[in-house]
């Protein structure tokens, strides 16, 4: 299955992404890992516009297609985006679960943004008033919303793993 975690910088992403990879055997691809590659290999530079989309998307089909279950971590802002990864799910002919993780406390979110550790080497992370001033376009559809906010990573784990059982089956 495909399991799309996406939400705001410093929301609370990764951990639970990881926590769920970890627990249910799946495939982690993080976009920022992927764009951080790229900008790495060569000339190109942040924003690098769609590219790490478009890998990810690539190899979470191939993986989903040797049955394997991705867990893509990704802001995934713009209803473009997140057209493109049920689309990938679609393909492959797997079930999908959208999960937009938040933090809906603004002090504990920034607080966050502030002073997190950059796990992926040189990756510039984004300042507090670059993650309010995002363009995030608004959801269009249901998706599973899990709010990190005094939540500790378990029960944020527990509410992806209660997600997974009613996912959408493909049509």
Same mark, same amino acid.
């Given at each position: 299955?495909? &399991?799309?975690? @996406? /939400?705001? +910088?410093?929301?609370?992403?990764? =951990?639970?992404?990881?926590?769920?990879?970890? !627990?249910?055997? /799946?495939?982690?691809?993080?976009?920022? =890992?992927?764009?951080?590659?790229?900008?790495?290999?060569?000339?190109?530079?942040? +924003?690098?516009?769609?590219?790490?989309?478009? &890998?990810?998307?690539?190899?979470?089909?191939?993986?989903?297609?040797? /049955? $394997? =279950?991705?867990?893509?971590?990704?802001?995934? +802002? $713009?209803? &473009?985006?997140?057209?493109? #990864? !049920?689309?990938?799910? /679609? %393909?492959?002919? &797997?079930?999908?679960?959208?999960?937009?993780?938040? @933090?809906?406390?603004?002090?504990?979110?920034? %607080? %966050?943004?502030?002073? *997190?550790?950059?796990?992926?080497?040189?990756?510039?992370? +984004? =300042? #507090?008033?670059a993650i309010v001033?995002?363009?995030?376009?608004? #959801?269009?559809?249901? !998706?599973?919303?899990?709010?990190?906010?005094?939540?500790?990573?378990?029960? @944020?784990?527990?509410?992806?793993?209660?997600?997974?059982?009613?996912?959408?089956?493909? *049509?």
């Open positions: 299955m495909l &399991v799309i975690i @996406c /939400g705001l +910088p410093a929301a609370g992403k990764t =951990t639970p992404a990881r926590a769920l990879a970890r !627990r249910t055997g /799946g495939v982690h691809l993080r976009v920022d =890992t992927i764009e951080q590659a790229i900008v790495r290999s060569g000339p190109a530079a942040q +924003p690098l516009g769609p590219a790490g989309y478009a &890998v990810a998307y690539a190899l979470a089909e191939e993986h989903l297609r040797q /049955g $394997l =279950t991705v867990i893509a971590e990704s802001v995934n +802002p $713009l209803a &473009v985006t997140r057209d493109a #990864w !049920r689309d990938v799910a /679609g %393909r492959a002919g &797997v079930p999908v679960l959208e999960a937009e993780i938040v @933090c809906s406390d603004p002090a504990e979110h920034r %607080r %966050r943004a502030e002073h *997190r550790t950059v796990d992926i080497p040189d990756l510039a992370l +984004p =300042t #507090w008033e001033g995002r363009a995030y376009e608004p #959801w269009d559809r249901e !998706r599973l919303v899990v709010d990190t906010a005094g939540r500790d990573v378990a029960a @944020c784990v527990a509410d992806l793993i209660r997600g997974l059982t009613s996912a959408p089956r493909p *049509r």
